[in-house]
């Protein structure tokens, strides 16, 4: 299935109609059971710096993982959206600091970084749909995180790359292409996984 755009746009389809029939008690449960699993990840608890984002929709939820984070102490960077689909970072200092954005996100208010921020991170959360059993992740196919990730490879920074998700978003094998890199964690309400390189 190795460079399959058209497999990855099906089963995006299929991940995002699931995580649609979602109630929203449910998405807010998971949310709650997720900020627990990843608060104790070695790689979080650890951490000074983490790039994280906000959680819209039905995505795996981030928010009171955000809060808990800056209240530990942590210095938690944000992606802002620039015109050509790259990010920006800004630093997150409470919800009460959130703008709406474009395409519906939220993003920091505040200081501008850049884009190479985020090669000060010791841990990114990355965003994602799905993740398989080698670590490959399937993101929403924006290619902004593909970007944040080729900066970080260039640079030689290597931060934890972390995911949070649903449970049935952890599937056997996923369609790839040549830019793709494999994370090091998934996090599921249910459970941590690890993948070694």
Do not use: C, I
């Amino acid at each position: 299935m190795s460079g399959d755009l058209s497999g990855k746009r099906a089963v995006r389809r299929e991940l995002l109609d699931a995580r649609g029939l979602m109630s929203s008690e449910d998405a807010a449960r998971a949310a709650a059971v997720l900020a627990r699993q990843a608060l104790n990840l070695p790689e979080l608890t650890e951490a000074t710096t983490v790039a994280a984002y906000v959680s819209v929709g039905r995505e795996p939820g981030t928010r009171a993982l955000l809060d808990a984070l800056h209240e530990r102490g942590v210095r938690v960077l944000l992606p802002v959206l620039l015109a050509d689909n790259d990010l920006d970072w800004g630093v997150y200092r409470g919800a009460e600091h959130l703008a709406p954005a474009p395409r519906g996100l939220l993003e920091p208010d505040g200081e501008r970084l850049g884009v190479d921020a985020v090669l000060n991170a010791d841990a990114v959360l990355l965003p994602g749909l799905a993740v398989d059993a080698r670590g490959m992740r399937l993101g929403r196919g924006g290619g902004s995180y593909d970007r944040v990730l080729a900066r970080l490879a260039a640079a030689g920074a290597a931060p934890a790359l972390v995911v949070l998700l649903y449970a049935n978003e952890v599937v056997e094998r996923l369609p790839e292409e040549p830019h793709d890199r494999p994370v090091h964690a998934v996090v599921t309400p249910e459970t941590v996984r690890r993948f070694t390189a």
